[in-house]
């Protein structure tokens, strides 16, 4: 199985502020990499597919990067409504593993 | 506007089944791949089972292989997992996720979920 392993585990940042968030994968996955967001007793939702693709709906702060087994996913402007968990998930083979997450909240 | 609507869940003692349902709306269900997807309490969330637009490709995580059978209605736009010989570690809220129509799994649409407690 492929593993999945998110850095920070939990960052503080204000709002304004550029985020950065990494997820190594175990071995090479090319671009099938997708990114998600989590509130607090919610489901999951879409932010990034592929990589580096916005699902619609998705404020344009968001972006995604990478291939291979290093991927970063950034928010050039953090805004109230950003501090959530993020995960990351390989979409190259079954199991469909996500990284552990990262807990964005607020200094 | 894409629905997904899971029922089912409970409370449940360890080596008892239960069947999940997912009802889904506002889209051609049968063009999409479907998953279910677990968290645990203070957990990430955990992929489970995937399943083809006709049923003719499932796969499962290895946890649950043996014990969990997914599968779906097109003609109810419904999508279920059965669960059988539960464990307190499947203890979480399971999600139906609407997944890709073609090529690489992205889950664009989730339900609110539906817990399942495995506890004597």
């Known amino acids: 199985d492929i593993q999945m392993t998110q850095s920070p585990s939990s960052l503080s940042a204000s709002v304004g502020d550029r985020v950065t968030i990494t997820c190594r994968a175990s071995?090479?996955?090319?671009?099938?990499l997708n990114w998600y967001q989590q509130k607090p007793g919610k489901a999951p939702t879409l932010l990034i597919y592929?990589?580096?693709n916005l699902q619609s709906g998705v404020p344009s702060r968001f972006s995604g990067r990478g291939s291979g087994t290093d991927f970063t996913l950034t928010i050039s402007s953090l805004q109230p409504e950003d501090f959530a968990i993020y995960y990351c998930?390989?979409?190259?083979?079954?199991?469909?593993?996500f990284g552990g997450g990262t807990k964005v909240d607020i200094k | 506007e894409v629905q997904l609507v899971e029922s089912g869940g409970g409370l449940v003692q360890p080596g008892g089944s239960l069947r999940l349902s997912c009802a889904a709306s506002?889209?051609?269900?049968?063009?999409?791949?479907m998953s279910w997807v677990r968290q645990a309490p203070g957990k990430g969330p955990e992929w489970v089972a995937n399943?083809?637009?006709?049923?003719?490709?499932?796969y499962y995580l290895d946890s649950v292989k043996g014990r969990f059978t997914i599968s779906r209605d097109n003609a109810k736009s419904s999508l279920f997992l059965q669960m059988n010989s539960l464990r307190a570690e499947d203890t979480a809220v399971y999600y139906c996720?609407?997944?890709?129509?073609?090529?690489?799994?992205?889950?664009?649409?989730w339900g609110q979920g539906t817990l399942v407690t495995v506890s004597s």
């Open positions: 071995q090479g996955i090319s671009s099938y």
């Open positions: 998930q390989e979409s190259s083979k079954v199991p469909l593993t």
């Open positions: 592929g990589a580096s």
């Open positions: 399943i083809q637009q006709h049923g003719s490709e499932i």
């Open positions: 996720a609407r997944d890709k129509e073609a090529g690489a799994t992205k889950l664009d649409s």
């Open positions: 506002g889209f051609t269900f049968s063009t999409y791949w």
